[in-house]
């Protein structure tokens, strides 16, 4: 059995297509919902700390009907300033079961998220960069044990 984390983004369909660009959005949902599994019942501030990486950052910004939009970053400190790195605002179609990147800083502390960020820079336009860097990303999560639950 091959399973979604298995796959590479690129490979379900055609890169900087409409129908590509829809299977990373249900892919970011899937590993979305792995490190947030009751996304549906959160509201207001939450974190995730694990040994292995940064402490991760979830606010749940907006919320409609069939909608949900979060932050998810990492927190870092630079001349007394919080800089939030990256910091990614996530809208999530319930109804839909995507979940699409709408903006991020691309300019990161994080090595893995930069490695990321130039590999896939050039190669389609900015809400496929965005979307497959989320995607990526959520994969890193969830192998760093994050998960956020209602407390």
């Known amino acids: 059995m091959l399973f979604d984390h298995e796959l590479v983004p690129q490979t379900i369909a055609r890169p900087g297509s409409f129908t590509g660009l829809m299977s990373v959005y249900e892919s970011n949902f899937l590993r979305l919902m792995q490190v947030v599994p009751e996304l549906e019942r959160l ?7 694990t040994a292995a990486d940064c402490t991760l950052h979830l606010e749940v910004l907006d919320r409609s009907r069939y909608t949900i939009t979060v932050s998810l970053s990492y927190f870092f400190y ?24 709408m903006s991020f800083n691309g300019d990161h502390r994080h090595a893995e998220l930069r490695r990321l960020w130039r590999e896939h820079r050039r190669e389609l336009g900015a809400r496929w960069r965005r979307n497959v860097v989320l995607n990526k990303w959520l994969d890193y999560l969830r192998d760093q044990g994050h998960l956020i639950l209602e407390r």
């Open 43 to 49: 509201d207001g501030y939450y974190q995730s700390k």
């Open 78 to 101: 630079e001349d007394g300033r919080r800089i939030a790195d990256p910091d990614m605002r996530i809208r999530v179609y319930l109804d839909g079961q995507l979940a699409e990147a």
